[in-house]
């Protein structure tokens, strides 16, 4: 099983439409959750960490569900300059300094007018 | 927005040659970090780096890779004799804590020839 699992997609979405995918991980030690996004040819960027209450942020919505081990993001009211890669990374470590992140292949979101 | 910048952008080497990739994270972090992507490929770890020894390192990282932080302000990854595949994007990224996200410069695009 990969480390870090998600739909590669596309996933196209009509303008203001909403949008769900989820990602799973293997690791259940694993310590902290993050979205990233990522343009073609660009650098990750952080989208929003992942709280195990569920967070919001604007039109983003993460949830962890620990028990199954997955992550999943919501975008709502979807814009086209939400086009873009989606970036699941998973901190596997209990080690405190220098931990490295795990990335996901990525899931694509292509929003169409 | 404090961020990461990454020199130079894109570098072509012959195989066989030594590449230096220089990285200036943000000024106030302590943690710092190369990772790859392999065009179309998702980001690898390489290498953590901090109080100025590696803290973690992946299988990637192997006898041809090394890290230095010459000064206050610099992180370079080199790449002693490179190899038709170790062609792909190298991001720096640096963090404050170890529970961050961490903040990713726009990468180096390395092509070997």
């Known amino acids: 099983r990969k480390e870090v699992e998600q739909d590669p997609g596309p996933f196209n979405v009509p303008e203001g439409a909403t949008v769900a995918f989820n990602c799973t991980y293997s690791n259940s030690a694993s310590q902290s959750f993050f979205w990233y996004r990522q343009d073609c040819r660009k650098e990750p960027k952080l989208l929003m960490s992942v709280y195990s209450s569920g967070n919001e942020d604007g039109r983003f919505t993460a949830q962890l569900n620990r028990a199954s081990q997955y992550i999943s993001l919501l975008i709502r009211d979807s814009k086209l300059s939400d086009s873009a890669t989606y970036l699941c990374?998973?901190?596997?470590?209990?080690?405190?300094?220098?931990?490295?992140?795990?990335f996901g292949g990525g899931t694509r979101v292509l929003v169409k007018p | 927005e404090p961020e990461v910048t990454q020199t130079p952008s894109h570098q072509v080497t012959q195989m066989g040659q030594e590449v230096i990739l220089r990285c200036v994270p943000i000024?106030?972090?302590?943690?710092f970090y190369w990772y790859r992507q392999i065009l179309g490929q998702k980001v690898e770890f390489l290498v953590s780096?901090?109080?100025?020894?590696?803290?973690?390192k992946s299988e990637i990282f192997d006898d041809q890779f090394s890290v230095e932080r010459p000064d206050g302000s610099n992180f370079t990854l080199k790449i002693r004799s490179t190899k038709l595949e170790d062609s792909a994007m190298y991001f720096c990224?640096?963090?404050?804590?170890?529970?961050?996200?961490?903040?990713f410069g726009s990468g180096t695009r390395l092509t070997v020839v």
């Open positions: 000024s106030n972090h302590l943690y």
């Open positions: 990224a640096s963090s404050g804590t170890e529970v961050d996200g961490y903040t």
């Open positions: 780096f901090y109080n100025n020894e590696i803290s973690e």
């Open positions: 990374v998973v901190n596997p470590s209990r080690q405190a300094a220098g931990n490295k992140l795990t």
